[in-house]
């Protein structure tokens, strides 16, 4: 059974950063993209940044210049560079992967536990 396994948040100050790692274990065939997304109290997950497995990466627009993803395909691992966070980044952020469990199977969706980031103001 594949699993995501995310380490990295914390506590931070605003202005600070904070990266993010995830990374995929167990048995699979393959992985299409990669992502994280986050979800503030009260309101619903969004999308952060997601890496397909060509390397390309999209962003929301509320992260762009400030967060960094990025992939290490022999690890299996992606990660969240986030800089200048600010109060509004809190979250618990969680790292999505799509996974082809085998040949001819369909690819599905894998969730992480999620890792709480914090931006003290």
């Known amino acids: 059974q594949a699993q995501l396994v995310e380490s990295g948040g914390g506590l931070v100050q605003a202005g600070g950063s904070l990266r993010l790692s995830c990374a995929a274990s167990?048995?699979?065939?393959?992985?299409?993209?990669m992502g994280w997304y986050r979800q503030a109290p009260g309101k619903e997950r969004e999308l952060v940044a997601v890496?397909?497995?060509?390397?390309?990466?999209n962003y929301a627009d509320s992260v762009k210049g400030r967060f960094t993803i990025s992939r290490d395909y022999a690890k299996n691992t992606v990660y969240l560079q986030m800089n200048s966070l600010k109060p509004e980044d809190t979250a618990v952020y969680y790292c999505?992967?799509?996974?082809?469990?085998?040949?001819?199977?369909?690819?599905?969706?894998?969730w992480g536990k999620g890792t709480l980031v914090t931006v003290s103001s």
């Open positions: 999505n992967a799509e996974l082809r469990r085998s040949i001819g199977t369909m690819v599905a969706d894998y």
């Open positions: 167990g048995t699979f065939f393959s992985i299409n993209a």
């Open positions: 890496i397909t497995s060509g390397g390309r990466r």
